[in-house]
C-alpha cells in the first residue's frame, strides 16, 4: 500500500514538475494541483494506511483494544486540503486578472515588475 | 495567566472583524487599527517580562495536553520577536493612515494587514509544526492580497512570482511535516526533539532537514533562492512594503532558527558547512545587487537579502555568541529596514519618484528628513554608534573566535558595500542638486503628514536608544540564544507541564 502511494505521488510530482517547467500559466497552474494533491498523498502515506480497525474506544474502556488505525493524518490532509483550496482559488483569480492585464499567458513574458525603467539612467541589461 | 500567550494572536484577528465592516469609514478602521497596534504591542512586552522573570511560557490550547493537542510556547527568541512584530505593526498603522488611499481601503486593507501581524504573531508562538504550517498560511494569503491590493501591472506581476514561488515552499514544508510525522509519529516540537535525537536513521533526518532549509530559505531569502523578492517587494504601496521588509522574511529566518536548533541541531549534521556558505553568497550577492541598482526600494529589497545573510551566519556558526548576535542582528534589522522602506515613501511625497535619477536636492529643503534616513541607513551599513553597529561587530567577533577568517572578512566586507549603497542615496537623494528637467511633484503630493513623520522619528529614536545603550537588548538576545543551544528548558516547559 505505501510503495504503491509513494511511486504514485512521485509519478504525481514529475507530472507536475514538468508542467510547471512550461511556460504556459494554465499548465502551472495544473502543475500546482497536482504538486499539492501529491503532498497530501505523501501525508497520507505517513500515517500508515492498511489498518481497517476504527480507532473507536470500547464502552467503559480508556484506549482502543489492540492496534486501530491512524486517524490524525486525515485530519492533517483535511486541513492542507481547505488550505491549498483557498490558496489555489485566490491563484486562479490572480491568474485571470494578470491575463487580462499583461495580456498574455506566456511567464516569460510577464515581467513588469522586474522591468528596470530606461528613462532612470539604469543599466539596460534586465536582471535575470 | 496563559492566555497572555494567546493574546498576541487574538487582537490582531479581533480588530481585523471588527474593521472588516468599516470598509468606508477609514477614520473608524485607523483608530480601531492604532488601538490593536498599541494592544498589541503591550502585550508583547508584558510576555516578554514574564518571560523573563517566570521563564518560558506554555499554553497547551483547549486543555489538551502536549503532546497531544496543540502548545503555544514563549520563549525569549519568541517573546523578542512578538514584541519587535508590535513596534513595526505600529509604526506601520500609523504611516496607513496618511499613505493608503481610498480605493485599497475599500478593498479591505486593514483587515487584511491585522490578519498578517496575527498570522505572524502566530508563528512566533506555535510548539507545533503542523501549527507552524497553518500560520505560515495565514500570514501567505493575507500577503497575497495586500501585495496586489493595487491592482497595477507591476503588482500583479510582481505578485504572480510571489505567490507562486511561496506556493512551492509552502507545498515542500508540507511534504516534510508529513515524512517528519511518518518517522515519528509526532509533530509536537519538543517532543520532535526528543524523538530526532533518538533516531537511529540518519539518513533519513538529514533528507527531511535538506526539505525544510529549501522550504524555510525560500521565506527567508537565502541564496540561491531569493529571486521572488527583489522582484514583488519594491511594487505594493511603501507601507505594506515596510510590513513584508520587516517581518515577512524574518519569520522565515526565525523558522529556520528554530528548526534547526530544536529540531535538527546543525552541529555534526554535515549541514553547517551548506549553511555557512549559503549566508555567505547570500551576503554578498545581496549587496551586489543592491549595487547594481538605482531606484530606492529595490536598492532597500536587495539589502534584505544581503542582511538575512548575517542571520543565518549566527545561526550557522552555532556558537552561544554567533547566536546571540543573529538574534540581536534580527531585531535590529526589523526596526532599521522597516524605517527605511517608510522613508522612501518619504522621499517620494517630497522628490516625486522612487528613482535616483529623479530625486536630489532634499538635504537643502528637508534637513529633518535628511537626518531620519542617515540614523537608519548608516545604521544599516554598521557605523557606531548606531545599533547595526554592535550586531555586525557581535556576529565578526563571533566568527573570528570560530575560527572562520574568511567569514568574518565576508562579513565585514559586505558591511563596506552596504555603506557603497547607503551613500550612493544619500548622494543622489539628498545631497546632488536636483536635476531641473524633472516635472515638480503632482498636488499635494509634496506635502507629508505628521502620520508618516512620526512613526519613521520614532523607529529612527529607537534605533539610536539600541545604538547607546545595547546592554540591554543583547542579554536579551544571549539569554534567547542560551535556550536555543540547550532546548532542555524548551522541552521541559512543554512536555513537563502535562497535568
Redesign the interface.
Known amino acids: 500500500m505505501e510503495t504503491v502511494l509513494a511511486l504514485l505521488s512521485g509519478a504525481m510530482v514529475a507530472a507536475s514538475l514538468f508542467l510547471m517547467l512550461g511556460r504556459h500559466l494554465v499548465r502551472f497552474i495544473f502543475g500546482l494541483v497536482l504538486a499539492s494533491n501529491a503532498v497530501n498523498l505523501v501525508i497520507f502515506a505517513a500515517g500508515r494506511p492498511g489498518n481497517p480497525r476504527p480507532p473507536l474506544i470500547p464502552e467503559g474502556a480508556q484506549v482502543p483494544a489492540g492496534v486501530v488505525a491512524n486517524s490524525l493524518p486525515q485530519a492533517l490532509i483535511l486541513t492542507a486540503i481547505v488550505i491549498g483550496f483557498a490558496l489555489l482559488v485566490f491563484v486562479f483569480i490572480l491568474f485571470f486578472k494578470a491575463h487580462q492585464e499583461l495580456g498574455t499567458v506566456n511567464t516569460e513574458d510577464m515581467s513588469d515588475a522586474e522591468a528596470i525603467p530606461a528613462e532612470a539612467g539604469a543599466p539596460e541589461k534586465v536582471k535575470p | 495567566m496563559s492566555g497572555l500567550l494567546a493574546a498576541p494572536i487574538i487582537v490582531p484577528f479581533a480588530v481585523a472583524a471588527l474593521s472588516l465592516p468599516g470598509g468606508r469609514r477609514p477614520h473608524f478602521q485607523s483608530a480601531a487599527a492604532l488601538l490593536g497596534a498599541a494592544a498589541h504591542l503591550a502585550l508583547g512586552a508584558m510576555l516578554l517580562q514574564r518571560v523573563h522573570h517566570h521563564g518560558i511560557a506554555v499554553l497547551n490550547v483547549g486543555n489538551w495536553p502536549a503532546p497531544f493537542g496543540i502548545a503555544l510556547v514563549a520563549d525569549h527568541l519568541s517573546a523578542l520577536m512578538v514584541l519587535v512584530t508590535g513596534v513595526v505593526y505600529g509604526a506601520v498603522c500609523l504611516y496607513s493612515r496618511a499613505e493608503i488611499g481610498a480605493d485599497c481601503l475599500q478593498r479591505g486593507y486593514y483587515p487584511l494587514l491585522h490578519i498578517l501581524v496575527g498570522g505572524i504573531s502566530g508563528a512566533f508562538l506555535t510548539g507545533d509544526l503542523?501549527n507552524l504550517?497553518?500560520w505560515f498560511?495565514v500570514m501567505?494569503?493575507a500577503s497575497?492580497?495586500l501585495l496586489?491590493l493595487g491592482?497595477t501591472?507591476?503588482?500583479?506581476?510582481?505578485?504572480?512570482?510571489y505567490?507562486?514561488i511561496n506556493?512551492?515552499s509552502?507545498?515542500l514544508f508540507?511534504?516534510a511535516?508529513?515524512?517528519i510525522?511518518?518517522m515519528t509519529g509526532t509533530l509536537n516540537m519538543a517532543h520532535l526533539h526528543l524523538k530526532l535525537r533518538a533516531t537511529a536513521d540518519l539518513g533519513q533526518v538529514a533528507a527531511v532537514s535538506v526539505l525544510f532549509l529549501t522550504a524555510f530559505g525560500i521565506k527567508a531569502g537565502l541564496f540561491p533562492l531569493f529571486?521572488w523578492l527583489?522582484?514583488?517587494y519594491?511594487?505594493p504601496p511603501v507601507a505594506v512594503s515596510a510590513i513584508f521588509s520587516g517581518l515577512l522574511t524574518k519569520v522565515g529566518v526565525y523558522a529556520l532558527i528554530r528548526t534547526f536548533t530544536l529540531l535538527f541541531p546543525l552541529d555534526g549534521s554535515g549541514l553547517q558547512n551548506l549553511v555557512l556558505a549559503a549566508a555567505a553568497l547570500t551576503m554578498v550577492t545581496g549587496v551586489l545587487?543592491a549595487a547594481?541598482?538605482?531606484?530606492v526600494r529595490r536598492i532597500l529589497s536587495f539589502h534584505i537579502i544581503s542582511q538575512v545573510g548575517y542571520m543565518v551566519l549566527g545561526l550557522g556558526l552555532l556558537t552561544p555568541l554567533a547566536l546571540a548576535g543573529a538574534v540581536f542582528y534580527l531585531l535590529h534589522h526589523i526596526v532599521v529596514k522597516a524605517n527605511l522602506f517608510l522613508i522612501s515613501g518619504l522621499t517620494r511625497q517630497w522628490g516625486g519618484s522612487f528613482?535616483?535619477?529623479?530625486l536630489g536636492g532634499l538635504y537643502r529643503t528637508r534637513w529633518f528628513g535628511a537626518l531620519l534616513f542617515f540614523i537608519p541607513a548608516f545604521s544599516l551599513a554598521g557605523f557606531p554608534p548606531l545599533s547595526g553597529f554592535w550586531a555586525k561587530m557581535i556576529l565578526i567577533r563571533a566568527s573570528l573566535d570560530a575560527g572562520h577568517f574568511v567569514l568574518a572578512g565576508v562579513a565585514a566586507l559586505v558591511g563596506l558595500l552596504t555603506v557603497y549603497s547607503m551613500t550612493k542615496i544619500w548622494n543622489e537623494a539628498f545631497w546632488k542638486p536636483k536635476a531641473a528637467a524633472t516635472p515638480p511633484p503632482a498636488d499635494g503630493l509634496s506635502r507629508v503628514s505628521a502620520w508618516m513623520l512620526a512613526p519613521v522619528a520614532a523607529l529612527a529614536a529607537l534605533t539610536v536608544l539600541i545604538g547607546l545603550a545595547p546592554e540591554q537588548l543583547f542579554q536579551m538576545a544571549r539569554l534567547a540564544a542560551e535556550e536555543l543551544l540547550d532546548p532542555s528548558a524548551y522541552v521541559h516547559s512543554v512536555l513537563g507541564s502535562v497535568r
Do not use: D, K, N
Open positions: 503542523f504550517y497553518v498560511e501567505l494569503m497575497f492580497a496586489v491592482r501591472r507591476a503588482q500583479l506581476a510582481g505578485g504572480l512570482t505567490v507562486v506556493l512551492i509552502t507545498l508540507l511534504a511535516l508529513g515524512l510525522y511518518a529571486f527583489p522582484a514583488s519594491h511594487t545587487g547594481a541598482h538605482s531606484e528613482a535616483l535619477a529623479e
